[in-house]
């Protein structure tokens, strides 16, 4: 009966200490959820040495019993701590599931899983350590394991970190983890999408307007997106994750350019200066211990705590600016007391509940709303810039506008002016040209006269040697000087008929109006028989010429400008073997235009050209070689008028003239193309 008594009692202690266990085990075989939230079913221990090991901690008691929230907040510590949970398979099957710490920023995850004190599988992680390393490959840390049938499982997790971290431990069926990792990505996804069209659109407002306004505001965005691809373990996963440096500060040091960034931002924008301008000082001295706050945590982490804080204070001090510029009605305000008011709500949550000020429920709300605020403060502020942008455009476009209209008043007066100097000033050059060629027309008078009576000796001399040669006996000789004479004589005649013309151009009551019309090509045998011995044996003369072309132009103003053009070919040659052309043929001109009166030639054409290789003639004389008393020769071989005249006497006809010329080495020469009217 006693020995039965001592059973009971040993069975009643047994039942109690498996009832007491059992409160901190979970039986998955009675989980039928997706996800199970291990927080009141962990284990705690904090390890303050950092030096505890597996077996230590088996023998150590845990806290146990803690209140059924989403995570532990443990904030800012020097401690590793060590969690333990106990897990049941009550069922026939074995259970997969997996375990997940929701926090990326956990420096050193240490996995143990035990059955019947023998352990099954360890797994050293964390983001200090190779990605490789990881169970899952994943930016959180999962660990699936197999629960084999009727067993209890003891899993270990040595957590350490010096960021701020938390505790979100929750068991998971695989398909559902699997779905919410999806979700998770595509989420990521969505925001890092709009983040980059938005980064884009403000880089081409950068480029467009380079406005460092607009340059602020894209490294603000691209340090939003730093931020939170720290924070959120993207960069450990796929960017760096082989510097672990990177992932422990990135959070914060991007955080400070960010807030650094917004609040630059803004005090330009709100032109705190002139607005506020005792906050000015503030702003430049809050600027200045963001900026310093990277260069702290590189030397020394300790500094994490206290650049949380800043980061609380800086965005407290942003929401006081923008609604004090709201209240005094400036424009630009309203734009950024809507974009940063949820942003730095988001951003002061997420501060007091890394310092620890914050239970652990904040977690998730803060961080999501931290990210979706960024996202919205990005949206309204890019709306604030395109409307700044139009806004500025068309105080632009009213101002070049303006701009525009005064100068064109002013264009107008000074072209009026220009004009009215210009018109004096051709009137006087008129005048001047006028007197000259007066003086011209009455030497010329004067001149021709005399040389008319020259010309009668030299014709009456010429005709007595014609007799005395009649006497020679000797044929060859005598046929010789018979044609030199003929020579002289057509020369001198030819020279009448032009001194007659000049006579008659000079005089106000002309005497001889008289059109001579020959063949074209007898006028050019004729003036090149009289001109050869002018042009040196060096000058190679080829004629092109078509006999059918006859040219309705007086012969002796055609031989005269065919003396002008060939005397000028051949002073182009400057004492140089050199080659003049000459052709004669009909033509169809499209879209040449005349070089003296710049009209568009179009039709049918005689075409009279005199080409040479000679020196060539720049743009610049070009412009000016048909004006009277131009000229490139020296003053005792030149008066400027022989090309004057040229072009006189063609346009008189309706001809052009067309200069072709070019002085470098490959194709030096000119070529004169005159265009006659078929009639």
């Not at 990505?185 to 460092?212: H, N, R």
């Not at 027309?441 to 007799?467: K, Q, V």
């Not at 002289?488 to 002309?510: D, E, F």
Request: charged content about 15%; glycine content about 4%.
């Amino acid at each position: 009966m006693k020995q039965h008594f001592i059973r009971l009692i040993f069975l009643m202690l047994i039942t109690q200490c498996s009832v007491s266990f059992a409160n901190d085990s979970l039986d998955v075989n009675n989980n039928l959820q997706p996800s199970v939230s291990l927080t009141s079913y962990l284990g705690i221990l904090e390890d303050t040495s950092q030096q505890l090991t597996l077996a230590d901690v088996q023998k150590a008691p845990f806290k146990t019993n803690l209140p059924a929230q989403e995570s532990i907040n443990l904030s800012f510590t020097s401690s590793a701590y060590w969690l333990r949970l106990i897990i049941d398979n009550s069922s026939d099957l074995p259970q997969e599931k997996i375990i997940e710490l929701d926090y990326p920023l956990l420096k050193y995850v240490d996995f143990y899983w035990q059955i019947d004190d023998k352990t099954i599988q360890t797994i050293h992680t964390g983001f200090g350590r190779p990605f490789e390393n990881r169970a899952y490959q994943s930016k959180i840390f999962a660990f699936p394991v197999q629960f084999p049938a009727h067993t209890q499982s003891i899993i270990y997790l040595r957590v350490a970190s010096a960021n701020s971290f938390f505790i979100e431990a929750k068991l998971w069926e695989p398909t559902a983890f699997v779905n919410k990792e999806r979700n998770d990505y595509a989420t990521q996804a969505i925001y890092f999408g709009v983040v980059f069209a938005i980064s884009l659109f403000s880089l081409g407002l950068v480029l467009f307007l380079k406005e460092l306004d607009y340059f602020i505001y894209l490294g603000m965005i691209v340090f939003i997106a730093l931020v939170f691809i720290a924070y959120r373990g993207i960069g450990a996963e796929f960017i760096w994750p082989n510097f672990p440096f990177l992932t422990q500060t990135g959070t914060l040091n991007f955080g400070a350019l960010t807030i650094t960034a917004h609040l630059l931002f803004i005090s330009r924008l709100l032109d705190t200066k002139k607005l506020l301008p005792r906050f000015d000082l503030i702003v430049k001295l809050i600027i200045a211990v963001n900026l310093s706050m990277p260069l702290l945590l590189a030397f020394d982490f300790s500094w994490a705590k206290p650049t949380n804080i800043l980061h609380f204070i800086t965005a407290l001090f942003i929401l006081i600016t923008t609604a004090i510029a709201a209240l005094r009605k400036q424009r630009n305000a309203y734009f950024l007391c809507l974009g940063f008011s949820i942003l730095s709500l988001g951003i002061i949550l997420t501060e007091l509940h890394s310092v620890g000020l914050l239970p652990s429920t904040f977690k998730i709300y803060s961080l999501n709303i931290l990210q979706i605020a960024s996202a919205f403060e990005l949206l309204v502020l890019t709306l604030f810039l395109t409307d700044r942008y139009r806004f500025i455009h068309q105080e632009k476009q009213q101002t070049d506008n303006l701009l525009t209209l005064t100068q064109n008043k002013l264009l107008t007066k000074t072209e009026e002016h220009k004009a009215s100097v210009n018109h004096q000033l051709t009137l006087t050059n008129q005048v001047y040209q006028m007197q000259k060629l007066e003086s011209v027309t009455r030497l010329t008078s004067g001149i021709a006269h005399d040389f008319n009576t020259i010309l009668g000796s030299i014709l009456g001399y010429n005709a007595l040697n014609t007799s005395t040669i009649q006497a020679y006996q000797d044929e060859s000789l005598k046929e010789e000087l018979l044609f030199n004479n003929q020579q002289i004589n057509n020369a001198s005649q030819h020279a009448t008929k032009l001194i007659r013309k000049m006579m008659a151009y000079s005089s106000k009551h002309p005497i001889d109006k008289e059109i001579e019309i020959r063949p074209t090509f007898d006028v050019i045998e004729e003036i090149l028989i009289m001109l050869r011995p002018g042009l040196r044996k060096s000058c190679q003369v080829n004629t092109d010429l078509d006999h059918n072309c006859n040219i309705q132009i007086d012969a002796t103003h055609l031989g005269q400008i065919l003396t002008n053009l060939l005397v000028n070919a051949r002073d182009a040659m400057q004492n140089q073997t050199g080659v003049i052309s000459i052709s004669l043929k009909k033509i169809m001109s499209d879209e040449a235009t005349c070089t003296s009166c710049a009209k568009t030639i179009k039709g049918d054409f005689i075409e009279l050209s005199i080409s040479d290789n000679g020196s060539g003639l720049t743009p610049s004389v070009i412009k000016h070689i048909f004006d009277p008393f131009f000229t490139t020769k020296e003053i005792d071989k030149g008066t400027g008028l022989g090309l004057y005249t040229v072009n006189g006497m063609v346009h008189d006809i309706e001809g052009h003239i067309v200069v072709e010329s070019s002085t470098s080495q490959a194709n030096k020469g000119s070529n004169f193309r005159l265009l006659f009217p078929v009639k």
